[in-house]
């Protein structure tokens, strides 16, 4: 691993969520937030590592705004994004009560501690199994319910998800976490404690090698895996590349399966997530939490 590169995204991504915390308020454009992100993000030297997701109240992941999107913050807003230098990942998320709900600021404290208290027993080498029990009990004590079908995940050069999961519930594996960097991040909410798939959310990633027949979709496709890589992308992204035709491109590429095209991930009983995520670079000798904010 490179680390100098993973604690530079780290840091990128730092300073990006204490600048854009105080500009996102209820009335606020999606679409506008995710691009202020994405391009404070190159602005600061980075790349996106994904496309910045915007999940609202039962959405937990997922959902990007779409090409000229009028959807507004509102409710409970998870703000997950991601940085990374040459391939290094930072990936960080946080959740904010635009509402000034009760519910909902219990909720964010849910998540936010449950993080917290994994952070400290990462020092005891602990059991996936622990951390995860780490977080149900946790949020349990808040009155809530871990997503018990999301987790948080090794990272590797240009790949978010490279293998190993780290469970949000006491799943018993007595496998401990070993060095590597590693995106962990508990979900909290006052449902059943289940995602399922949803709607499409306007966010891709190359699945497979195969060649497209028609030209559009091979020039965006070369466009994807020049730009992009394995790491996921929007569709909005691709439409100001090449504009609307791009849609329909797009949508050949899926049929193909040569792209796989996300679904929103949603608490199955349409109550309310919230989100806490950071990035920990864990060595053999110590554990540099990347995007923690002082």
Do not use: C
């Not at 959902?63 to 990374?84: N, S």
């Not at 979709?217 to 020049?226: A, F, G």
């Amino acid at each position: 691993m490179e680390q100098e590169k993973i604690i530079k995204a780290g840091e990128i991504a730092i300073e990006i969520k204490k600048w854009i915390k105080p500009q996102i308020k209820k009335g606020t454009p999606l679409l506008e937030i995710a691009e202020k992100i994405e391009n404070k993000i190159y602005e600061l030297g980075g790349e996106t590592a994904f496309p910045v997701n915007l999940s609202i109240n039962e959405q937990a992941a997922h959902y990007t705004p779409e090409w000229e999107d009028k959807t507004l913050a509102h409710g409970l807003l998870k703000i997950d994004f991601g940085v990374h230098i040459d391939g290094w990942i930072a990936d960080t998320a946080f959740s904010l009560d635009l509402e000034n709900s009760e519910l909902n600021e219990k909720l964010i404290l849910a998540s936010k501690e449950a993080l917290n208290n994994v952070e400290k027993e990462l020092i005891n080498d602990p059991t996936l199994g622990k951390i995860g029990k780490i977080v149900e009990t946790t949020i349990n004590s808040h009155g809530f319910m871990p997503i018990i079908n999301l987790s948080g995940h090794l990272m590797e050069k240009y790949d978010l998800h490279a293998g190993i999961s780290v469970p949000n519930i006491d799943n018993k594996s007595d496998f401990n976490i070993d060095l590597g960097l590693y995106a962990i991040e508990p979900f909290a909410t006052n449902g059943s404690g289940k995602v399922h798939d949803g709607a499409k959310g306007n966010i891709y990633v190359l699945n497979s090698n195969n060649n497209p027949r028609n030209p559009l979709s091979r020039e965006i496709l070369n466009y994807i895996k020049e730009t992009h890589q394995t790491l996921p992308f929007a569709s909005r992204w691709i439409i100001k590349k090449f504009g609307s035709k791009a849609r329909l491109a797009l949508m050949q590429l899926e049929r193909e399966e040569i792209l796989h095209h996300y679904p929103i991930l949603t608490e199955e009983k349409g109550k309310l997530i919230s989100q806490a995520e950071n990035t920990f670079l864990i060595t053999e000798k110590e554990i540099v939490v990347t995007t923690k904010e002082d």
